[in-house]
C-alpha cells in the first residue's frame, strides 16, 4: 500500500518513539547490574502490513515489558465495521478500507512497589475519517501519592501545552475507561486517555499525540528509579500478582485495543502481549 505524506510521517513517529522507550528500558537494566535486553520479532498481518513486537523478560527492573509498534492496513470485517458505526465513522459498510498506525506499551515490574504501566498512541484512517488516540495511565499496587502526583503532572504538562481543558477532559476520561465495571474498581490511578481526536487540524493532533508521547519516559522513569530498591515483602508480590489478576480481566474484557487487534486479524502474540507474566486470583 502506498501511504500517504501524513500516514508515513505518523508511522515513522512512532517506530522512533519505540526506539527511545526501549534504548531507555534497557538502559535502565544496565543500571540495575542486569544485560536483560528486548527481543524483538517481526509480526505481520494477511491481509496487509505488520510490526515489531519487543518484549524483555525477566529483568531486574521488569518482570515483562512489551513495546509494539505496527502499521496495518486492509478492509474491516463485519464485526470490526460494526464497531466503527457505533462510534460514528460513516459509510464503513460501502468501503470499509483502513489504516492504522500506532505504539502500544505495558510494562510489568520486578518490585510491587514500582508501578505497571500502560501507553500508547496511534493514528487510524478510512476513506471517511481520520483521528488519533492514546494515553498513558499508572497502575501500582501499592500507591505512593508522590508518585501519582508526578505521573499526572507530567502529562498534565503535555496536555496544557495544546489546549487549557485538554488534560481535565482526557484525565476525566481515563478514570472512566480504566474503570473496572465487574470488580467496581479503578484499574490504577488514571492518568490520561483520549481517542477519535479529530479537531480539523491534522498537525495539530498529530503535534498532540507526539507529545504525549515525548512525556512518558519523564513521567514514568523517575517513578521507577525512585522506588527499585525498596524493600518487598511476601504480602508486597501478593498484593502485585492479584492486582496483575485485575489488570488481565480488563485487557481481556474491556480494552478496545485488544479487542480491535483481535477482531482485525493483527498477530495474537502481539495483541496480548499486554497480559502479565504471572497473575493470581482468589
Known sequence: MEFSAQQQRASDWFNALRDQIVAAFEGLEAEAGSDARFEVTPTSRDSGGGGRMSVLRRGRVFEKVGVNVSTVWGSLGERAQRSMAARGVPGMAEDPRFWASGISLVAHMQNPHTPAVHMNTRMFWTPHAWWFGGGADLNPCIEYPEDTAHF?????????????????????????????????????????????????????????????????????????????????????????????????????????????????????????????????WE
Open 152 to 280: 499526572h503532572a507530567t502529562l498534565q504538562a503535555a496536555c496544557d501545552a495544546h489546549a487549557a481543558d485538554y488534560y481535565a477532559k482526557f484525565k476525566a476520561w481515563a478514570d472512566e475507561y480504566f474503570f473496572v465495571p465487574h470488580r467496581g474498581r479503578a484499574r490504577g490511578v488514571g492518568g490520561i486517555f483520549y481517542d477519535d481526536l479529530n479537531t480539523g487540524d491534522w498537525e495539530a493532533d498529530f503535534a498532540f499525540t507526539q507529545d504525549v508521547g515525548r512525556a512518558f519516559l519523564p513521567a514514568f522513569l523517575p517513578v521507577t528509579q525512585a522506588r527499585l530498591g525498596t524493600p518487598a515483602a511476601e504480602a508486597d508480590r501478593e498484593a502485585q500478582l492479584r492486582h496483575r489478576g485485575l489488570y488481565a480481566e480488563y485487557n481481556l474484557v474491556y480494552d478496545r485495543g485488544t479487542k480491535f487487534g483481535l477482531e482485525s486479524g493483527h498477530n495474537a502474540e502481539a495483541v496480548l502481549m499486554s497480559l502479565p507474566p504471572i497473575a493470581k
